[in-house]
């Protein structure tokens, strides 16, 4: 049981699903920061400065407009980040495969599928691992 569980932490998705969420993560740090240090306060510069500025009150209720301009511009910039940093080269990596320029993924051969078949048969019926078997000679 646990050297399944093992072989699922440890396929290639998975790792790389996880690193992916950790980069994610602190990529999304680094976008905070850099909106909470310069968008806000230039925002804020914007409506007037001060410490109202970027809000607007009415009724005696304060709308934060430059909070939410700020987020909204964040939100583009972490948009067009991944867009040119992950999409557009996946996009192109596909599109040459397609085109036939860049090779696929090779998948196994002929002998290789009959031989796993053959292990899973012998599997199945309860006998052991069968005798490693040679590539043929060239």
Not at 43 to 59: C, F, R
């Amino acid at each position: 049981m646990l050297t399944g569980f093992k072989e699922f932490l440890f396929r290639g998705n998975v790792v790389d699903l996880a690193i992916a969420v950790v980069i994610g993560a602190a990529f999304t740090d680094v976008v905070n920061a850099f909106a909470e240090s310069f968008l806000t306060p230039l925002i804020g510069l914007a409506g007037g400065g001060g410490e109202l500025g970027g809000t607007v009150q009415v009724d005696g209720q304060t709308f934060s407009w430059g909070a939410f301009v700020s987020q909204v511009i964040t939100f583009v910039l972490t948009a067009a980040i991944l867009y040119f940093v992950v999409v557009l080269p996946v996009r192109r990596l596909f599109d040459r495969r397609a085109r036939g320029e860049e090779p696929g993924p090779v998948g196994p051969t002929e002998l290789e599928m009959l031989v796993e078949i053959r292990d899973l048969l012998r599997a199945q019926q309860g006998l052991g691992p069968a005798a490693p078997t040679r590539p043929p000679a060239p």
